[in-house]
T-cell receptor
């Protein structure tokens, strides 16, 4: 089976531009998570969904960040407008409620100049 | 709230030798999962091993094994016959039930260097 798929793998954009990150979870998984990883703050959970419904978005840093999951096989994380401090690696992960472990995508390295 | 602590920011080991990475956690839950993830320079987060709290037997995956001490809230990872490809950042992670079901709490990570 294919793992979690993320696109793009790398994104370089200028401050003020809109950025959209995409994720396709493992088929059949009922949880989807968005994380951000930086050297300073480590791995942070931004938001997670259960059966396409957002459960906890308390980790979303500010209103510039938004996430959607229109169906079981697709999710987006949008940053509008982007700022240099948003530069990080963004991971998507999915899991089955009965198993507990999460499977991560390869990540998107975002650079905002 | 659950917390996970990895007290060793960095560790090193000679190729073919054994190394143990430490992890402690704090929780009031009685049923939970514990994991070790590996993040090599490629940055891909890879699940290494999984332990269910209600199982007394320590989990083993090939050269990787854990020492799970539930009363002490300790969950260490032993890597036997270390290989150059084991060099990575290792994260301990905790998943509890209740209202936080599904969320993983990660430790700060331990950087493992393997010397040839």
């Amino acid at each position: 089976d294919a793992g979690v798929i993320q696109s793009p793998r790398h994104e370089v954009t200028e401050m003020g531009q809109e950025v959209t990150l995409r994720c396709k979870p493992i088929s059949g998984h009922d949880y989807l998570f968005w994380y951000r990883q930086t050297m300073m703050r480590g791995l942070e959970l931004l938001i997670y969904f259960n059966n396409n419904v957002p459960i906890d978005d308390s980790g979303m840093p500010e209103d510039r960040f938004s996430a959607k999951m229109p169906n079981a096989s697709f999710s987006t994380l949008k940053i509008q407008p982007s700022e240099p401090r948003d530069s990080a690696v963004y991971f998507c992960a999915s899991s089955l409620v009965s198993r507990g472990e999460q499977y991560f995508g390869p990540g998107t390295r975002l650079t905002v100049t | 709230a659950q917390t996970v602590t990895q007290s060793q920011p960095e560790m090193s080991v000679q190729e073919a030798e054994t190394v143990t990475l430490s992890c402690t956690y704090d929780t009031s839950e009685s049923d939970y999962y514990l994991f070790w993830y590996k993040q090599p320079p490629s940055r891909q987060m890879i699940l290494v091993i999984r332990q269910e709290a209600y199982k007394q037997q320590n989990a083993t995956e090939n050269r990787f094994s854990v020492n799970f001490q539930k009363a002490a809230k300790s969950f260490s990872l032993k890597i036997s016959d270390s290989q150059l490809g084991d060099a990575a950042m290792y994260f301990c992670a905790f998943n509890a039930g209740g209202t936080s079901y599904g969320k993983l709490t990660f430790g700060q990570g331990t950087i493992l260097t393997v010397h040839p």
